[in-house]
């Protein structure tokens, strides 16, 4: 079954850190795109950032300086470094992998909040 799994969201003070991960398991197709979504209570889903197939990074304007996607060796693990945390970023982020194929994947969604 494949399957893209996310962790380490949580509940942390506002200037705190958090760092999400996301592992897909159960495909061996290349990876073309990794993004962080998030989607707070009432609002729309929103990108946060990507890491595309070559290393290359896109980051909202809202989350510059502040939140770093990288790739671990394997290139299979993404996650997303978030300090300076705002009550703001509070929300459920997802993570989406577009991999050749035709898959496009998304997680179950883990949860960031962030308290004053």
């Known amino acids: 079954q494949v399957q893209l799994v996310e962790s380490g969201g949580g509940l942390v003070q506002a200037g705190g850190s958090l760092r999400l991960s996301c592992a897909a398991s159960?495909?061996?197709?290349?990876?073309?795109?990794t993004a962080w979504y998030r989607q707070a209570p009432g609002k729309s889903r929103e990108l946060v950032a990507s890491i595309n197939g070559g290393g290359g990074t896109n980051y909202a304007e809202f989350v510059k300086g502040r939140f770093t996607i990288s790739r671990d060796n394997t290139k299979i693990t993404v996650y997303l470094q978030m300090n300076s945390l705002k009550p703001e970023d509070t929300a459920v982020y997802y993570c989406?992998?577009?991999?050749?194929?035709?898959?496009?994947?998304w997680g179950q969604g883990t949860q960031v909040t962030v308290y004053s």
């Open positions: 159960g495909t061996s197709f290349s990876i073309l795109n």
């Open positions: 989406n992998q577009v991999r050749s194929g035709g898959w496009n994947l």
